[in-house]
């Protein structure tokens, strides 16, 4: 082994050239192998200072004991050797590129006399006409099983058809197969299968149901009822394969979509195929940002997956119009990458990115149990709002009314990072005039932490964190509550629209990535204290609303008129009560006008 001054010295004499450089450790093993356009300055970056390096960049920069490295004309060829040398010595800290699948393809070997129908992840047939690619060789067997009851297509390995005993397979004997190996079709009429297969792959399907339902026709009429029978069935599983495939442009285009998400060094690439129009599948792929580029994982993705002539994206490249020449060198023939500004394929980018996110998040979550996550959750919370424990009783505020009208706050709690609806309060707001948000909120808060203080039942578990629905005039409504009350309980707002977090100590909001469980957690808090809130204040504004109505009638004043309210529900309660059981509750003149007030 060399020593680390020794290294850092190799490292120096790089050359500042694209190519390939090798790690090795103490025995002499290949720990990983990366890409440079710059060898010089990419092998140096890794033994620059590594406070803010990731620990597993770290452990690996540790073990280095030494650096090999090819040259290379250029970068795609640097990608090429890299991308072999990976799947050959597969090292450990290339894990996240490890994978040597490519995605399978259905393939028709148009050179054969009679073409065969292949599922093959190999590229390179000589004569072949490719469609794909698909994402799941399982589901793309059973669409072959599907297609050949269709379109009897044979399979047979070798380029001529036939068995060394001369006679058909046992395709042939159950319809999917027109055994050319026997001269059961002529090569033309076997051709014009293979053009309407083409055609129905190319999202041409309409013509093929069209022809088979005029078969099937054609031979009911002429009573071969076993052959109309044939087509019946070749004709469902036609339509069963059309609905599957999502219409996406009716051009009939072929292209991919990107969509990405990131997170610190991780990142989640979620690519979408569409072929002939239809979304056909998608396809996510894993990488780390302290080891490559956006550009990196894409050309990456595209050295074992044929590209389509376009591929649209949102995310910022900074190579773009390189990695476009870098694809189309790589496919030999022009791709073009684009950002769509409006209409399907923008809408299309954003289902891309969501997909990028969620598969980002359940991977998080994949093998945890709900005790395990919400442990965490509640750590991330602890740690990104500096708390001195885990919050285990969260408690939410949030008021509502109408212009001023019968405004109320709510509280909700959770515990354990679930609802605790038994400890749910709600306040009607007493000393408000008007309407002002922030003293409504400093009213509910003061009350709730007043009845704390003084221990009163159903008041008296103290929470770990208190959340209020808004901006910094309510965090500042909440924080004079506190002092007011000479309590000291950690409380934090969060903000609706942008969903950033305001704390007292600090004058900057604190944003959270999209996937983080602790936002989550706190949107549902927040949720459910608006919704709990927003019952609550409908239900007296219908009681208002109802009283006000009923006071119109002579004789009924504000108390005759909430006893009214009280014994029959509502004004509608009110009005299809009988004469008897209104003059059980207020004097015979008067419900004799209620009852012709709703009668006449």
Known sequence: MISTQLLKEQVKSLPDRPGVYIFKDEQGKIIYVGKAASLKKRVASYFQSTHNKEPKLKMMISRIAEVEFNVTANETEAILLENNLIKHYQPFYNSLLKDDKSYPYLALTLDDEFPR????????????????????????????????????????????????????????????????????????????HVQELIEFLEGKGEKV?????????????????????????????????LERQKVVSLKRENFDVIGVYTEEERGYLKVLFV???????????????????????????????????????????????????????????????????????????????????????????????????????LEELQEKLALPNPPYRIECFDVSNLRGLEPVGSMVVFEDARPKRKDYRRFKIKEVEGINDYLMMKEVLFRRLKNLKEKKAKFEARPDLMVVDG?????????????????????????????????P???EPISLPRSSLALKLLQRLRDE?????????????????????????????????????????????????????????VPIEVAEKIYEFFRG
């Open 505 to 507: 100590f600090s004058p």
């Open 529 to 585: 204290s608006h919704r709990f809130a927003i019952s609550y204040h409908r239900k007296l504004r219908d009681k208002h609303f109802s009283r006000s109505f009923l006071e119109e009638i002579p004789g009924v004043g504000k108390k005759r008129a909430q006893r009214l309210l009280e014994e029959f529900g509502s004004a509608e309660g009110v009005s299809q009560a009988k004469l008897e059981e209104l003059k059980s509750i």
């Open 275 to 377: 072929r002939y129009g239809r979304l056909i599948g998608g396809r996510g792929y894993w990488f780390n940002q302290s080891f490559e580029g956006l550009e990196e994982v894409i050309l990456r993705f595209y050295l074992e997956n044929k590209p389509p002539p376009k591929i649209y994206y949102s995310f910022f490249l900074e190579r773009a119009k390189e990695l476009e020449r870098e694809l189309s060198t790589l496919s030999s023939r022009s791709i073009k990458l684009r950002i769509p500004r409006k209409g399907n394929k923008k809408e299309l980018v954003r289902l891309a990115e969501e997909n990028a996110f969620y598969s980002f998040r359940m991977a998080f979550l994949k093998g945890k149990t709900s005790a395990e996550i919400i442990k965490v959750t």
């Open 209 to 241: 149901l069209k022809r088979l339902e005029n078969l099937m026709t054609e031979a009911a009429e002429k009573m071969e009822y076993e052959r109309a029978a044939l087509y019946r069935d070749r004709l469902k599983a036609a339509q069963s394969l």
């Open 117 to 192: 129908l292949l599922i093959t992840r190999n590229l390179k047939i000589e004569g072949a006409h490719y469609f794909g690619p698909y994402t799941r060789a399982k589901a793309l067997r059973q669409t072959v099983d599907v297609l050949r009851r269709i379109f009897p297509l044979r399979t047979c390995y070798h380029s001529k058809p036939g068995r060394k005993s001369g006679s058909p397979c046992l395709y042939y004997a159950i319809g999917k197969c027109m055994a050319p190996c026997v001269g059961k079709v002529t090569p033309a009429d076997y051709r014009k």
């Open 471 to 503: 901006g910094m005039p309510q965090l500042k409504a909440a924080t004079e509550a506190l002092k007011e009350t000479e309590l000291e309980i950690p409380v934090i707002a969060l903000a609706k629209r942008e969903e950033v977090i305001f704390t």
